[in-house]
């Protein structure tokens, strides 16, 4: 059997690849974990959320809390998830287009093909069921520091793609949309600036090497330059420093109390550090002779230089600049690397065979697999849209139904999933917290009075507690845990109960 197909076939059946990718990867419910803090400004104006304290701190995120805005108005909050889909496309595009470059492989080739069906299942989850090491959130395919540019749900560090699409631009020897490309991922998270200005010396280097002409790498650099300041000057304008005491007394809780596992190297390094950095170093070796090589080393230099000098220093700053995000960058390349230098050395030695039966091959092992990939991803995704938003409960249901504009409620701290659930006023949770110094220390100051009043061991003083603080942060209702109630307090009267929560309102003195 002999099957041909003409080359524009094949390109649009490789246009299906990127969805398919895109709907196969797991998608959690709007919105779990993260998502309650990277897009509550962005909802301030549903409910009754522009009356919440950590609303009207200052936005870390203001692009992506725009980008939250405009979906919501325009086409509703289930937009999020094709928004994200979208970012997943080119995550897959760039990904593998910068492993077809620096490899030679054409799009209409077996192993580009290959190369794409084998990410799809790794990105997927399918192959987690073999080893850690395959799944969708392991060494392969994520940074350092439980941090990576693509997970389960979509957030501002989602925008990294745009690295990864900038890298493979670059290599078509397209520069000015390149370095376009680069600054929109700290334009929507600031801790990329760091990989962007790292990336953009890489191009500088190697235009400077083509060339051999100083004004085209400058003009680049300062074109990146250029692009990033609004976000640089808004950083500054809102997050410099109130006073280097306060700066320094925020920074250490932040670094040793509340995120840890992302900003102490202590925390994080481990097996699998390791195993990530020893995979880069691999990439390089294979890369030493191509344009990518620069790209990959100045920012791996640079994250390891800046992280012994944290390590040397431990200062706080140079902590929370998490020099080492640019592992999120570098691994998913570096993965995508020596996987398809294995295809290229197995495919040497198949040549003969490969170039008679290619169509053929890709028609039976390729494109059947991403037909029933992709099948299984809208499967997926039309589950999704089904599902409701994650945290609402008969409580949250029940608040949202009761909560007026002056309304506060007093949560566990740990309860971080209410304020989007409910969409009203809360005092303060754990999950989320601002970013300048002055609003983070207050933030850490409500946290230690909320989890004074809940801690079980104090509840003959709860209501005491409650008293001095329902007036000075006007909090005018309770959320409490039904496993132990609070007993003889005439301040509260119970309006909710379930097997979870208790809901109290405080009756005016």
Not at 130 to 149: C, E, K, N, R, W
Not at 164 to 173: A, E, G, Q, V
Not at 232 to 237: D, H, S
Not at 313 to 322: E, H, M, Q, S, V
Request: hydrophobic share 50%; net charge positive.
């Amino acid at each position: 059997m002999n099957i041909k197909l003409s080359n524009t076939i094949k390109l649009i059946i490789l246009w299906f690849f990127p969805i398919f990718f895109a709907l196969s990867y797991f998608q959690d419910p709007l919105y779990f974990n993260n998502q309650n803090t990277y897009f509550a400004h962005g909802l301030a104006d549903t409910g009754l959320l522009k009356y919440d304290w950590f609303i009207n701190t200052t936005d870390p995120f203001p692009v992506f809390s725009g980008l939250v805005k405009l979906v919501a108005m325009t086409v509703g909050e289930s937009g999020f998830h094709f928004v994200y889909l979208i970012i997943l496309g080119i995550f897959a595009y760039s990904v593998v287009g910068i492993a077809a470059i620096t490899y030679g492989f054409k799009k209409t080739d077996l192993q580009y093909w290959l190369l794409f069906l084998i990410a799809t299942i790794l990105y997927s989850g399918f192959a987690a069921k073999i080893h850690y090491l395959f799944s969708a959130d392991g060494p392969l395919t994520t940074g350092v520091a439980m941090q990576s540019v693509l997970s389960s749900n979509f957030q501002p560090s989602s925008f990294g793609v745009f690295i990864l699409l900038s890298i493979y631009l670059f290599l078509r020897d397209k520069p000015i949309l390149a370095v376009i490309c680069l600054v929109i991922a700290p334009s929507f998270h600031s801790s990329y600036l760091l990989s962007a200005a790292a990336i953009t010396v890489a191009y500088a280097l190697i235009t400077y090497n083509k060339t051999k002409d100083y004004k085209k790498p400058l003009y680049l650099a300062g074109l990146s330059l250029l692009l990033v300041l609004p976000i640089v000057g808004y950083n500054l304008i809102n997050f410099s420093p109130t006073s280097m005491e306060l700066s320094h007394q925020a920074q250490s809780i932040l670094v040793d109390s509340r995120i840890p596992h992302h900003a102490k190297i202590s925390q994080w390094f481990d097996k699998w550090s390791i195993f990530r950095i020893a995979i880069i170093v691999m990439a390089l070796f294979l890369v030493r002779k191509s344009q990518l090589f620069l790209i990959i080393l100045v920012p791996f230099v640079t994250a390891v230089g800046l992280s012994l000098a944290q390590v040397a220093t431990n200062n706080y700053g140079l902590a929370l600049l998490f020099p080492w995000r640019i592992s999120v960058i570098l691994v998913p390349i570096a993965s995508i690397i020596m996987l398809s230098g294995a295809l290229s050395f197995i495919f040497k030695r198949l040549d003969g065979m490969t170039t008679k039966n290619g169509d053929i091959i890709k028609m039976a092992f390729i494109v059947v697999p991403m037909l029933l990939i992709g099948v299984f991803g809208i499967r997926q995704f039309m589950a999704l849209m089904n599902l409701p938003r994650f945290g609402v409960s008969p409580v949250s249901t029940f608040i949202s139904g009761i909560a007026q504009s002056q309304d506060t409620f007093l949560t566990p701290i740990e309860l971080g999933t209410l304020r989007l659930a409910a969409r009203v006023p809360v005092f303060v949770d754990y999950k989320s917290h601002p970013y300048k110094d002055t609003e983070f220390l207050e933030w850490f100051d409500r946290i230690n009075i909320s989890k004074n009043i809940y801690e079980p061991n104090h509840l003959d003083n709860a209501c005491n507690a409650l008293t001095d603080i329902a007036k000075k942060y006007s909090i005018t209702d309770v959320v409490w845990p039904a496993s132990h109630p609070i007993q003889n307090c005439t301040l509260l009267h119970e309006i909710y109960q379930d097997p979870d929560y208790l809901v109290y309102t405080l009756t005016k003195s």
